[in-house]
Nanobody, 122 residues
C-alpha cells in the first residue's frame, strides 16, 4: 500500500511562508505524478497544484499562482509545496496525492496522505 506522509504545516502570519513536504514510500516514485489539495473548514477539498512524473511540468489553481511552487526530488521520493505570501484564506488541511496520470492526480488521485494543518492568521 502506497504511503504518503505530509509535514511542514503550522501557524504563520499573513504574508509569511511555509514549505510543505510529502514523503512517499511503497511506490516507484518517478513514475507517479504528484499533487497537493486542501480542505478548509466547511468546504470541499480542492486542487492546489500538481507536477508531472517526467518533465516536471506543473499546474496550479488560479488562487495560488505566483505564490505557491510545487517541486519534486525523485532521488528522495519527496514532493514539496513552497507557499509564499500566505493569506488567511489559505488556511486549510493540505493533502498530498499521487497517481500514475497527471490529469487524474489533479482530479481523482489514487492515493492520499493524511494531511497537515496550515493556519494563516490575519
Amino acid at each position: 500500500q502506497v504511503l504518503l506522509v505530509e509535514s511542514g504545516g503550522g501557524l504563520v502570519q499573513a504574508g509569511g511562508s511555509l514549505r510543505l513536504s510529502c514523503a512517499a514510500s511503497r511506490l516507484t516514485f518517478s513514475i507517479y505524478a504528484m499533487g497537493w489539495f486542501r480542505q478548509a473548514p466547511g468546504k470541499e477539498r480542492e486542487f492546489v497544484a500538481a507536477i508531472s512524473r517526467s518533465d516536471g511540468s506543473t499546474t496550479y489553481t488560479d488562487s495560488v499562482k505566483g505564490r505557491f511552487t510545487i517541486s519534486r526530488d525523485n532521488a528522495k521520493n519527496t514532493v514539496l509545496l513552497q507557499m509564499n505570501s500566505l493569506k488567511p484564506e489559505d488556511t486549510a488541511v493540505y493533502y498530498c496525492a499521487a497517481d500514475r496520470n497527471v490529469a487524474t492526480v489533479a482530479a481523482t488521485p489514487a492515493y492520499w496522505g493524511q494531511g497537515t494543518q496550515v493556519t494563516v492568521s490575519s
